[in-house]
């Protein structure tokens, strides 16, 4: 087994975790006085009372459309529009509420709101030079790792790339796991969407860059897929919790190791195909 080339590696600082975990984020933001800016997934814009956020007349929401995955285009858009709406003042917290897309459009514009430029500049490896906005990340399906991971992914449409701002000041403060946000999650997406934590865990197994603590995010990973997929009823409470741990655990994984050739691969086939 072959040792990673970067395994100085960094985990988010603090997590909740539980059915109705939520309620902590109220207590959390009042820590940070100031306004907050919300980026939420378009789904919940008529569904607000399913999240029971403690959003204030202040605050500033992003109810972000997710049929498409996040370009640098539109995270410069979202950017400029909130600097504008508040007059540049910056907030004081950033709450990602939604699945991978919108995690990880909150994670971009923590760090672009501390660091000038556009986004498409800090699509590569620890190009980000300032820490961003402290951010809060609650996911509402699980599967993609963007809770954990170190990194934003983002479509650049004129250089035809895929990249991520992989950055140790792209992970997240906080975040809340309250697998209560999971009930909604059609059963084919429910599915679908777990079995990214699956494959990205079976790539880190299959690598070449595997370390002892990546093996072990990976293994209790596809331990926990089996138990919820193979289980006669996979969005049970019980289910939905563990697949929600197996999330945020193969976002970990990642974290501690590397991905192989499927991810390149599909990146590319996604930009092509859209």
């Known amino acids: 087994m072959s040792v990673a080339t970067n395994n100085n590696s960094k985990q988010v600082h ?4 539980g059915f109705g975990s939520r309620k902590h984020l109220k207590g959390l933001l ?25 959003i204030q007349p202040s605050d500033y929401i992003i109810w972000l459309n997710t049929d498409h995955e996040p370009k640098t285009d539109q995270i410069d858009d979202l950017l400029k529009s909130a600097k504008e709406s508040k007059g540049g003042e910056k907030p004081s917290a950033i709450v990602g509420v939604g699945g991978g897309s919108t995690l990880d459009t909150a994670k971009a514009l923590s760090n ?21 906005i402290y951010k809060i ?3 509402t399906i699980s599967g993609t790792g963007a ?19 992989n950055s140790d ?31 990205h865990c079976i790539e880190s197994l299959n690598g070449s860059h595997r370390n002892a603590i990546g093996d072990a995010f990976s293994e209790e990973t596809l331990k926990l897929c089996r138990d919820t997929f193979l289980s006669e009823d996979m969005q049970s409470d019980e289910n939905r919790g563990k697949l929600m741990v197996a ?25 092509v195909l859209g």
């Open 14 to 17: 603090h997590y909740n975790y």
């Open 30 to 54: 009042n820590q940070r006085p100031g306004y907050h800016l919300y980026v939420i997934d378009h789904f919940f814009k008529d569904k607000k009372s399913m999240l029971d956020l403690p």
């Open 112 to 132: 672009l709101f501390n660091n000038e430029g556009k986004a498409e500049i800090y699509q590569g490896w620890d190009l980000v030079q300032n820490p961003g």
């Open 137 to 139: 990340g609650i996911p």
């Open 147 to 165: 809770e954990s991971s170190r990194t934003c992914v983002m479509s650049n449409v004129k250089s035809g790339l895929k990249l991520g701002m």
């Open 169 to 199: 000041y792209t992970m997240y403060d906080q975040l809340i796991l309250d697998p209560e946000l999971t009930s909604s999650v059609p059963r084919d997406q429910y599915f679908y969407t777990g079995m990214d934590s699956y494959i």
């Open 247 to 271: 999330s945020y655990l193969g976002g970990c994984a990642i974290a501690n190791s590397y991905v192989g050739i499927v991810h390149p691969l599909s990146a590319a086939l996604s930009v």
